[in-house]
């Protein structure tokens, strides 16, 4: 699994949040644990295989918001058992 998170700037409320996880679900068919805080300025998910940044940029511009950055980086699943 892939973690993608990103930087966005123009949030400003729940409602945002829910356009943006909106936004990032139609641009990634497989994204999985779609989550967004405007208080932190930022939105992640998880795919099986990484993103393309240049579409989700376009597709968050798209909505009247600013993708500032996005970085994709390996997730590996914490449980209580694992180390």
Known sequence: ???????????????????????IRKAVPGAKKVAASYTKGEASFLSEAPADESALKNAVAATGYTCLSAE????????????
């Open 1 to 23: 699994m892939i973690k993608t998170t990103l930087k966005i700037d123009g949030m400003m409320c729940s409602m945002c949040e829910a356009h943006i996880c909106d936004v």
């Open 72 to 83: 994709s980086a390996p997730y590996e699943k914490k449980g209580w058992f694992r180390r």
